[in-house]
Each structure stands twice: as C-alpha cells, then as structure tokens.
C-alpha cells in the first residue's frame, strides 16, 4: 500500500471538514481567556459563579452529546454540523442580551448561562457531526487520526482564540466577545455548506445502554485526565492575573504544544495502541498540571501549561481508538457522541467543584486536585493494557485506501 497515496486521501478527506471546525470553535477559544474575568471582575461574581458560568457549557454538551450522535447517524453528519453552527449564533445573541443587564449581575449571568448551554449544544453537534463524518469517509483504521486532526483544528481555533479574544475584551469589553459569537458561526455556515454531505450510516435506532457499554472504560479513562482540561480553562487566567502574570500565554502555550504532538504524533495511537499512548501522554500531563500548582514564577507556569496540553492531546484520541474497538460500525455518531459524554460530564462537574476548592484553599490548590485527578487516569490506561481488547471490526474502505 502506497503510504503517501494514503495520506493524500486523508487530507483530500479530512481538511475540508476541518475548517469548518476550525472557524466555530474560535468563538469558544475567544471567549475562553476573558469569560472568567467578565463574570468575576465586570459583575463582581464569586469563583463559584466563574466556575459554574465555565461548566455550564459542557453540561449542555453532556445533555446534547447523545442527542448529537443520534443526529448524525440517522440524518447525516453534516446535517448535525450545520444545525450545530446555527445554534452557536444563537448563543451569541444571548451573550449580547445579558451584557444590557448588566446592572443587575444576577439576570445578566443567568442569560449568560442560557448562552453559554445553547453554545455548548452547538459545539456538541459541531465536533460530534465532524468526527462522524470523518470517520465515514476514511474508516475506522483511522480512528486516531481522525480525532486527532478534528482536535487539531479545534485547539488551534483556541490558540488563535486566545490573544485575539484578550485584545478584544482589554479594547472593547465583552460586547466584542458576544458580536464575534455571533457572526463567525454565520461565516462558517458559508464554507459548510457545499461540502458533499455522507449518507446516514443508521436506519434504525441502537440501544444506548450497549454503546455506553462498549465506551464505559475508555470513557472513565477520559473523565479523569479532563480534570485538567478543565482546570486550565476556568482557573488558570485567575491564577496568571492573581499572580500579576500576562492571562493569554498560558492558553496559548497550553494550546501550541497540543496541537504540535497531535501534528507529530497523532498516528501513535492508531500504530502503537491506544492504551498504551494514553498511559504516557496522562502521565505527561499530570506533571503539567504538578508544574502549575507549584510554580513559584510565570516562566514554570508556561512550562506547565505547555506540558498539559502536549500530554492532553493524545489521551482524547488514544481512549478513543479503544472506544471505537468496542462499540458497534453502524453507530458511529452515537459511539463518539457517548464516549465524549464523559468529557462533558467531567468539566460540568468538576468546573463548580474546583470553584468551590479555589473559594476554600485558593487558586493553587486547584491544580493540586486536578493533577490528583489525572493520575487516576493511569491507572485505567493501565488496566486497558491489562485486557486483551477484541479484534476491530472490519469496515468497507474507500478506494484510495485499498
């Protein structure tokens, strides 16, 4: 098999969709650095309310998740993408609502939550419809690949969001944010729309319990290590501006050194095991997050930032190649909208929580507890490595890779 024919089919395939994802996930990476700052400085909020504001997005992805896949395998991923966008517009337009309560903080983050849940059922069906749709086109030997590179898009997204999202709240205020989240999905809608749709993979409807089933270990596995996701993006532009250290850095180092291991090492999971690649880069990550919660100066803080997003970035796709081992071919959407459920469990939960831990012991002690979490995650890599994982299924290819 020509290797290079391959991976001229896989970005023929993969990079059209990948822009599209590209462009929808900058509203979050925009908003990501400065949503913090808006609820705690501009409306006088508590860390709890930071925190509560931060996971309510991924608590409506947790909702929409299944809701997502269910979508795209019975009416077609790029329906699910395109509905996605439009309900991330909507978000925008609430973002743009609460900034005239401003007056009074608790309607104004009341509607900002409203936002932030309609944005996160717009991402679940944005990246759910991508995943799926890439993986109908260049199948499941690909798996890795495919999550890797949707990943890549959307984290570049976030390191692009970063510093552009700091220059326009530091010159504009939120009401910047909210116009961004507004009309970019609406551009987006432009570049998705002629890309060819792939037929719906299902006719019918698979039991949920069996795909939850298949997807419960490597899921759990996910859960853990996105405490420190999680910890990142609600806390760590706290801890830079209570420290006196520049906010946007953090998130674009964490970002950089995500996307450049899913660049140069985004195949290992799909060549080497995805067990096996989860255990180190979880590993990689919990010394990340150890970093941040002792650095004494900005410079080990950075170090730390990077090295959680280079060990982030191959625990979703490595799970997730064990996932896709597991679980049945005809549900492809429903498959990733489950095993990215606990992803979004995570971060609804553990966003408040660790609220409520920076409110009690202080912002530090915030990372402590995450990278407690992330070692955790260890230890189930360690017991997919234990267990012999079932054969793959075997999928139709596409021609270009036969």
Known sequence: MDS???SQGLVAALVPIMGPVFIAFLVVGLAMPVLPLHVHDGLGLSTFVVGL??????AASLVSRVWAGRHADLRGAKHAVLAG?????????LYLLSLHFASAPEISVAILLAGRALLGAGESFIITGAQAWGLVLVGSRHTGKVLAWMGTAMYAAFALGAPVGTTLYSHYGFVAIAVATTVIPLITLLLAAPLPRVAPTAHDRPRFSNVIAAVLLPGTGLALSSVGFGAVTAFVSLLFAARGWAVW?????FAIAFIGARVFFGHLADRRGGASV???FVLIEAVGQALIWIAPGSVLALTGAALSGFGYSLVYPAFGVEAVRRAPPQSRGLMMGAYTSF???TLGLASPALGL?????????VFLASTLSVICAALVAMRLLGARSSSAPSFRQPSWQR
Not at 249 to 253: G, I, K, V
């Open 53 to 58: 504001v931060a996971g309510s997005q991924f």
């Open 278 to 280: 989860a255990l180190v």
């Open 4 to 6: 290079q024919r391959i």
């Open 357 to 365: 831990i920076a409110g009690v012991a202080g912002l530090g002690c």
């Open 85 to 93: 966008l439009l309900a991330s517009t909507g978000a925008g337009l």
């Open 343 to 345: 992803l979004d469990l």
């Open 249 to 253: 850095p953090a998130f674009t180092s």
